[in-house]
């Protein structure tokens, strides 16, 4: 893995971007991992409280998964088929190591697939108990253009890139801020077969 100290650090809206923090052969290896977590813990499309389905898919390892129903926003220690989440990637264990710059490690990993034409609007990170904890968010395969706001809804937002390798880290006072993911760029990484993106972010939950 690249060390902190080789990988581009850029600053949207106060969280920090590193870009090209993982080298091609390690995303391939973490994707693999992945693909070992989604055998054991199917992908689904889960659904808002008002019952709209999202366009991207889900899953999650550690200890919590974080689950979206007509119930709510809430984490579960179990998948919606009733099985325990699987075990956390090492790779993403890894990386949260790097970067974070806490002691805790991250007890949830949610992994988002986001295909052609999937996007995640502006939202805050705040199911968690202790805000101290940052999210260490790792970008696999297609380009996502995403969109950072401050710690209230409207107002000015900056923009980024984040290609394939990049990882997020949403900590300090940019811990609440809005952020999301307006669109795809489909075709722009060969990393996955079947083109599309992962997003893996990992948590502190309680």
């Known amino acids: 893995m690249e ?8 600053d949207v809206g106060g969280i920090v971007v590193h870009q090209e923090h993982l080298s091609a052969a390690d995303q391939v290896e973490l994707v693999e ?13 889960p659904e808002t409280k008002t019952g709209r389905k999202m366009s991207v898919r ?21 998948h919606p088929n009733g ?8 790779m993403a264990l890894e990386i949260w190591r790097a970067v974070s710059g806490v002691a805790r490690d991250p007890q949830s990993c949610l992994i988002n ?18 805000f101290d904890m940052p999210v260490v968010s790792v970008s696999l395969g297609d380009e996502a253009l995403f969109r950072v706001g401050g710690p209230k809804r409207g107002g000015k937002t900056q923009s980024i890139w984040l290609k394939s ?12 801020n809005f952020h999301g993911i307006d669109r795809v760029r489909a075709g722009s990484s060969s990393l996955l077969p079947n083109g599309g993106r992962i997003n893996l972010t990992m948590r ?3």
């Open 204 to 206: 502190v939950v309680d």
């Open 58 to 78: 889900m899953t999650s390892a550690g200890t919590y998964g974080w689950i979206s129903d007509r119930k709510g926003y809430r984490y579960e220690r179990q």
């Open 165 to 176: 390798g990049d990882v997020a880290v949403i900590g300090g006072p940019a811990r609440l």
């Open 3 to 10: 060390s902190e100290e080789s990988a581009m650090k850029v």
């Open 113 to 130: 697939y986001y295909d052609e034409g999937a996007k995640m609007g502006l939202h805050q990170d705040r199911d968690e108990a202790d």
């Open 83 to 90: 099985e325990d989440w699987p075990p956390m990637p090492p």
């Open 33 to 45: 991992q992945v693909r070992r977590v989604v055998r054991a813990a199917p992908l689904y499309r």
